[in-house]
């Protein structure tokens, strides 16, 4: 019997891909560069499903239904390029090959390229969900042609984190769309999750909440607006005791974030688009400071605190940070939501952001009850500019802002670093600025290097002698 798809790659996430296709009633032909992941596979839950065991890509190819589908699930950068180039030369025009692991856009687009010439598609997929989310159900944003979609997009949706029966997939655009998409959710959970952090650490060295006790204040929060994934195991994590201290489990981690880089592609990525996610990149940088454990230890020694005794703390703290805490993700999300516009621009992708939203609100790491408003803010009529200027989003965020201002200065004062709190609340203040420093900016660039200026309310490319008389000429435009 032939099988309807492939898949290479048998460590954890293609493992459970491979049993996920199988479990959905399609027959699956599995391989591993060394076979002993193929046979424990097959071992553990080879009657879970139809699975056809292949020692070799050529074994692999000839086992597959046309056309074919080879889902590469290998660790990424080389070995993807490996085993593409492997199996190039066994396939045949129109057949897909697939990446669903976590390769960079770049790396997409070039290859979808180059096997388009050979008339192969290519398709990139994002899949987010961890090692649970690919077995039970993964959010996936698959990208490439929107013909493939047609061969592999329903066998896809079948496997996908459904919400409400809606399959947590959709075709989002060409070439490297998918991965691109699959980035900006991790940057967005960069920021997801250093705001928790934050909101954390103000509970506990503003308010002194124990971590345990602050476990029922994430339970609750959970069912608040703030509903989501990451809040809900938060509390499961702060509840934690470790067994071998008695202490909070949260105590005896060291606490120096790491990283597997995909937030710092969002960052690099969104330098070269101009786009300001701060809240993403500071939450980036925080990692960044916290693995700098050595520096943390001599600045204990020689950098002054320079805080303030505030006596008291504003009234209903706890609600204030929750409130800074919302706004602040609001904040995160309506930043990459806006930096996949510009890409859409840059790299003429027909980006659709109610269907992007509609995707990451089941089987993803940042699925929360807020994306389904999201999604309802983009759907239909005219979508907003910025998220934040969605009816439903600008009344929530301006019920938040005295707390929001309140929490940063408070932290501020006693010396608790709130990087994503202090960053979203100074773009939505500067977002919201009817003029900003950057005409300073602007006059400086112009001392010093002639980089011209514009005027307000008149035409024209502007330059002032600073050298000379300092008289105003009109310039030839460097912009
Ligand atoms: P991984 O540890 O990234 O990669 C191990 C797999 O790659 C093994 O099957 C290994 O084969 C194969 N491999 C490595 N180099 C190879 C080469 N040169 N040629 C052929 N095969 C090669 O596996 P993973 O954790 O399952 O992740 C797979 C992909 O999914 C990655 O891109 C990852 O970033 C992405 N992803 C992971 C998660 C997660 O939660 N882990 C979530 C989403 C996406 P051997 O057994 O022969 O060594």
């Not at 560069?33 to 009657?47: F, I, N, P, Q």
């Not at 509840?239 to 489990?249: E, N, R, Y």
Request: with cysteine; charged share 25%.
């Amino acid at each position: 019997m032939l099988a309807n798809i492939g898949v290479t790659g048998l460590a954890v996430m293609g493992a459970n891909l491979a049993r996920n296709f199988a479990r959905s009633g399609y027959t699956v032909a599995i391989h591993n560069r060394s076979v002993e992941k193929t046979d424990a596979l097959l071992e553990a839950h080879g009657d879970e499903g139809s699975f056809v065991r292949t020692e070799s890509l050529e074994q692999l190819v000839s086992s597959l239904e046309k056309p074919r589908r080879v889902l590469i699930m290998v660790k990424a950068g080389a070995p993807v390029d490996s085993v593409i180039d492997q199996l190039v030369p066994l396939l045949d025009e129109g057949d897909i090959v697939i990446d669903a692991g976590n390769s960079h856009f770049d790396d997409t687009r070039r290859r979808e390229a180059s096997l388009a010439e050979k008339g192969l598609h290519f398709v990139g997929v994002g899949v987010s969900g961890g090692e649970e989310g690919a077995l039970l159900g993964p959010s996936i944003m698959p990208g490439g042609s929107r013909e493939s979609y047609d061969a592999l997009g329903p066998m896809l949706e079948k496997i996908s984190a459904k919400y409400d029966g809606e399959p947590c997939c959709r075709w989002v655009g060409t070439d490297g769309a998918g991965h691109f998409v699959k980035m900006v959710h991790n940057g967005i959970e960069y920021a997801d999750m250093q705001v928790i952090g934050e909101a954390f650490d103000l509970l506990r060295h503003a308010a002194g909440i124990e971590p345990c006790e602050q476990a029922a204040i994430f339970e609750e929060w959970n069912r608040t607006e703030l509903s989501s994934y990451l809040i809900e195991i938060t509390a499961e994590v702060l509840a934690q005791v470790d067994s071998k201290t008695g202490k909070p489990l949260v105590d005896v981690i060291v606490d120096s974030a790491g990283q597997k880089g995909t937030g710092r592609w969002t960052v690099i990525s969104a330098l070269e688009l101009g786009s300001p996610v701060s809240g993403i990149a500071e939450s980036v940088f925080a990692r960044g400071l916290s693995s700098q454990r050595d520096q943390r230890a001599v600045a204990q020694g020689v950098l002054a605190a320079g805080t303030e005794d505030l006596g008291q703390l504003p009234a209903d703290f706890v609600e204030d940070v929750r409130q800074a805490l919302f706004a602040s993700k609001l904040v995160s999300y309506a930043q990459g939501l806006d930096m996949l516009s510009s890409a859409a621009g840059h790299y003429n992708w027909d980006l659709k952001l109610d269907e992007i939203a509609s995707l990451w609100r089941a089987g993803c790491i940042i699925r929360a009850r807020l994306l389904d408003e999201i999604m309802k803010a983009y759907d239909g009529g005219e979508a907003p500019k910025n998220l934040l200027f969605a009816p439903t989003f600008s009344r929530v965020i301006a019920d938040a802002v005295p707390a929001w201002r309140r929490v940063v200065s408070t932290a501020v004062r006693l010396g608790i670093p709130v990087p994503v709190f202090a960053s979203s609340l100074s773009y939505y203040d500067g977002l919201r600025r009817d003029r900003l420093p950057a005409a300073l900016t602007q006059g400086l660039r112009d001392y010093f290097g002639a980089h011209t200026y514009q005027r307000v309310g008149i035409e024209g490319t502007f330059h002032t002698l600073w050298s000379g008389d300092k008289t105003e000429i009109e310039a030839v435009d460097t912009h």
